[in-house]
């Protein structure tokens, strides 16, 4: 029995059935690769669900969370401490917009939050109604799962006491319909980041601006995936021009460590007084460190710039495939669709192979790499996704796919370590 096995069975024996049996016991990381317990290299094509903003064990992030752990852990909500408010003063400089920030621990924390926000507008405005979106994922507590859209998580948890209607994404006709002076907010992501990578289509966000705006209603944004550099900016919205009322923030913003921040414009923030809400671990000055450090690692290593012009390639790349119908997203937060329903047995080959992904719908292959990604490593994930549809969808491709190394800069650090990959580095 390998050490792997061993670990399998103690998680099996020890923790409870809802992620069922991860494929992979990983032990460490280094850059864009992850090392399971056994020696095995893979690269990171999912970044911890677009989490690993700067890869793994990247010395920045190390430093900084070094170095406050050893000044300062903890504080709770009782006191206040420097890195909490330098951070909430950066993402207001970052969004662009006047307002407040308040920082939690997760995505779903945060959503919470802004839901409490929301429920707040309606008592003092009579409104209680919420509208939200078909397929939409906000949360898996039970105010967040309120609005989340997949039915099949929602469901076996109702009822939750509150109105919500549901819309399909990215129909403004719907929405139109849907809001009226009865609702109190708009919940939506930019994408939807767990149905496959969905965008909304060009305006619909504005529209979505419009409607609340008119009808006095919040619009509330979540951008826990889409934001801090997934599209290849801070926040998707902003291309549309708009400002919401709040967004809501989380994964890559603390490249690993937890953590989840709400920004509200001046109006919407007044909603929390003093006692309405609050988090023990919130604010965390480890977490803050973190956050911060991994902005000023974006900024000064352009890494937008680097996964804008990948993102270009690796579209032009794998559309010459045939078996791939569309590759949905922007930047490199992916949506790869392909023209048959295999994407899990494509996901379980390419552990085989030394790469992970994930299989969010039956004919979807998503990643969410590392802003620190090279061309190198994407090529050599294009070729192993190929290989992996080679055995699982044979269909031979009518054109070789040309490399992508001088897709663009060679940013994101020193390689590796040299651990063994499952049939060789990729």
Same mark, same amino acid.
């Given at each position: 029995?390998?050490?792997?096995?061993?670990?399998?069975?103690?998680?099996?024996?020890?923790?409870?059935?809802?992620?069922?049996?991860?494929?992979?016991?990983?032990?460490?990381?280094?850059?864009?690769?992850?090392?399971?317990?056994?020696?095995?290299?893979?690269?990171?094509?999912?970044?911890?669900?677009?989490?690993?903003?700067?890869?793994?064990?990247?010395?920045?992030?190390?430093?900084?969370?070094?170095?406050?752990?050893?000044?300062?852990?903890?504080?709770?909500?009782?006191?206040?401490?420097?890195?909490?408010?330098?951070?909430?003063?950066?993402?207001?400089?970052?969004?662009?917009?006047?307002?407040?920030?308040?920082?939690?621990?997760?995505?779903?924390?945060?959503?919470?939050?802004?839901?409490?926000?929301?429920?707040?507008?309606?008592?003092?405005?009579?409104?209680?109604?919420?509208?939200?979106?078909?397929?939409?994922?906000?949360?898996?507590?039970?105010?967040?799962?309120?609005?989340?859209?997949?039915?099949?998580?929602?469901?076996?948890?109702?009822?939750?006491?509150?109105?919500?209607? +549901?819309?399909?994404?990215?129909? @403004?006709? =719907?929405?139109?319909? !849907? /809001?009226? #002076? $009865?609702?109190?907010?708009?919940? %939506?992501?930019?994408?939807?980041?767990?149905?496959?990578?969905?965008?909304?289509?060009?305006?619909?966000?504005?529209?979505?601006?419009?409607?609340?705006?008119?009808?006095?209603?919040?619009?509330?944004?979540?951008?826990?995936?889409?934001?801090?550099?997934?599209?290849?900016?801070?926040?998707?919205?902003?291309?549309?021009?708009?400002?919401?009322?709040?967004?809501?923030?989380?994964?890559?913003?603390?490249?690993?460590?937890?953590?989840?921040?709400?920004?509200?414009?001046?109006?919407?923030?007044?909603?929390?007084?003093?006692?309405?809400?609050?988090?023990? +671990?919130?604010?965390?000055?480890? @977490?803050? =460190?973190?956050?911060? !450090? /991994?902005? #000023? $690692?974006?900024?000064?290593?352009? %890494?937008?710039?680097?996964?804008?012009?990948?993102?270009?390639?690796?579209?032009?790349?794998?559309?010459?495939?045939?078996?791939?119908?569309?590759?949905?997203?922007?930047?490199?937060?992916?949506?790869?669709?392909?023209?048959?329903?295999?994407?899990?047995?494509?996901?379980?080959?390419?552990?085989?192979?030394?790469?992970?992904?994930?299989?969010?719908?039956?004919?979807?292959?998503?990643?969410?790499?590392?802003?620190?990604?090279?061309?190198?490593?994407?090529?050599?994930?294009?070729?192993?996704?190929?290989?992996?549809?080679?055995?699982?969808?044979?269909?031979?491709?009518?054109?070789?796919? @040309?490399?992508?190394?001088?897709? !663009?800069?060679?940013?994101?650090?020193?390689?590796?370590?040299?651990?063994?990959?499952?049939?060789?580095?990729?």
């Amino acid at each position: 029995m390998t050490y792997s096995e061993q670990i399998k069975a103690r998680y099996t024996a020890a923790l409870m059935g809802n992620y069922g049996l991860p494929p992979v016991a990983l032990r460490e990381g280094e850059g864009r690769y992850v090392t399971d317990v056994d020696g095995n290299a893979y690269l990171d094509m999912i970044g911890g669900i677009a989490v690993s903003s700067l890869g793994h064990n990247h010395p920045a992030l190390v430093e900084a969370i070094s170095q406050q752990a050893a000044r300062l852990a903890h504080t709770s909500n009782l006191f206040l401490h420097e890195k909490e408010v330098e951070l909430a003063e950066k993402l207001l400089e970052l969004w662009g917009n006047p307002g407040k920030a308040f920082l939690c621990n997760s995505g779903t924390e945060a959503n919470e939050a802004a839901l409490k926000l929301a429920i707040l507008h309606g008592a003092a405005t009579g409104k209680t109604r919420i509208v939200a979106t078909e397929n939409g994922f906000h949360g898996r507590s039970l105010g967040a799962l309120s609005i989340t859209g997949k039915a099949a998580i929602r469901e076996p948890f109702a009822p939750f006491g509150r109105d919500v209607v +549901f819309v399909p994404y990215g129909d @403004a006709d =719907a929405l139109k319909a !849907a /809001v009226d #002076d $009865t609702v109190s907010a708009v919940f %939506l992501e930019p994408t939807q980041g767990e149905t496959g990578v969905i965008p909304a289509p060009a305006g619909y966000l504005k529209a979505a601006r419009e409607l609340t705006t008119e009808h006095n209603a919040l619009l509330v944004l979540d951008e826990i995936q889409s934001g801090f550099g997934r599209t290849g900016a801070w926040f998707a919205h902003h291309a549309e021009g708009i400002v919401p009322d709040v967004v809501t923030l989380a994964k890559g913003l603390g490249g690993g460590v937890p953590i989840g921040a709400v920004l509200a414009t001046d109006e919407a923030a007044a909603l929390f007084t003093k006692g309405v809400h609050g988090s023990t +671990f919130g604010g965390n000055p480890i @977490a803050c =460190a973190a956050s911060l !450090a /991994v902005i #000023d $690692t974006i900024e000064r290593d352009h %890494l937008f710039e680097n996964v804008l012009a990948l993102g270009r390639r690796l579209g032009d790349r794998l559309l010459a495939d045939p078996r791939v119908s569309e590759v949905r997203g922007q930047a490199l937060w992916r949506g790869v669709n392909l023209t048959e329903p295999v994407a899990a047995a494509v996901v379980e080959h390419l552990v085989g192979l030394g790469v992970l992904a994930n299989a969010p719908r039956p004919d979807t292959v998503r990643i969410a790499p590392p802003l620190t990604i090279t061309a190198a490593e994407l090529d050599a994930f294009c070729d192993k996704l190929i290989e992996a549809l080679d055995t699982v969808h044979p269909h031979p491709s009518p054109h070789p796919p @040309a490399p992508l190394h001088d897709a !663009a800069p060679q940013t994101g650090g020193a390689s590796p370590r040299e651990p063994h990959a499952p049939g060789g580095r990729p």
